[in-house]
Antibody, heavy 120, light 107 residues
Framework: QAQLVQSGAEVKKPGASVKVSCKASGYDFSNYGVSWVRQAPGQGLEWMGWIGPYNGNTKYAQRFQGRVTMTTDTSTTTVYMELRSLRSDDTAVYYCARDLITPRAWFDPWGQGTLVTVSS | DIQMTQSPSSLSASVGDRVTITCRASQGIRIDLGWYQQKPGKAPRRLIYAASSLQSGVPSRFSGSGSGTEFTLTISSLQPEDSATYYC?????????FGQGTKVEIK
């Protein structure tokens, strides 16, 4: 069945960048997109953006525009989310979730989450 | 951005009780709403999409209703495994936004 497996936890200093991967399996990667959602410790969920199976098609939440880049590698069926100029309030668990080939918040299934800690 | 307001923020109910969670949108979103369940340390799980469509594999005691600005998630007979935080999500307008969550505890 469809599965998303994310990369491991990261610790970064303020101002640095982080790149989280999300490896897809069990479905036709070329027919689905992926969304990214984050959750700060003890807080709610926040949608960051969506990417189609090919890099040219993205939709980012305005508040992350200019700081986030989502990419795909169709040869390895892996999606990446890079967040730059990290701040302490970027400390969160970052989730990928399968979406449709056009953004529709399908969100099934989800990856297991990647904890990113930003600390000096 | 569209604001999604859930109520209550938390509730405590007994096994077998009927539980209702409400989600209000700051503007009309048709039926572009989903409900998610999240247990501690786990990724969210989709329960409902398009306001009232039950996700495959989700128990039938979960149901959703509403359109426009007011939506409800109902658990017809609360079970111990339903202890979790529940979130609504609007996907009518970018950026997609979640409610703040409702924590459901079992008495």
């Amino acid at each position: 069945q469809a599965q998303l497996v994310q990369s491991g936890a990261e610790v970064k200093k303020p101002g640095a960048s982080v790149k989280v991967s999300c490896k897809a399996s069990g479905y036709d990667f070329s027919n689905y997109g992926v969304s990214w959602v984050r959750q700060a410790p003890g807080q709610g969920l926040e949608w960051m953006g969506w990417i189609g199976p090919y890099n040219g098609n993205t939709k980012y939440a305005q508040r992350f525009q200019g700081r986030v880049t989502m990419t795909t590698d169709t040869s390895t069926t892996t999606v990446y989310m890079e967040l730059r100029s990290l701040r302490s309030d970027d400390t969160a668990v970052y989730y990928c979730a399968r979406d449709l080939i056009t953004p529709r918040a399908w969100f099934d299934p989800w990856g297991q989450g990647t904890l990113v800690t930003v600390s000096s | 951005d569209i604001q999604m307001t859930q109520s209550p923020s938390s509730l405590s109910a007994s096994v077998g009780d009927r539980v209702t969670i409400t989600c209000r949108a700051s503007q009309g979103i048709r039926i572009d709403l989903g409900w998610y369940q999240q247990k501690p340390g786990k990724a969210p799980r989709r329960l409902i999409y398009a306001a009232s469509s039950l996700q495959s594999g989700v128990p039938s005691r979960f149901s959703g209703s509403g359109s426009g600005t007011e939506f409800t998630l109902t658990i017809s007979s609360l079970q111990p495994e339903d202890s979790a935080t529940y979130y609504c999500l609007q996907y009518n307008t970018f950026p997609w936004t979640f409610g703040q969550g409702t924590k459901v505890e079992i008495k």
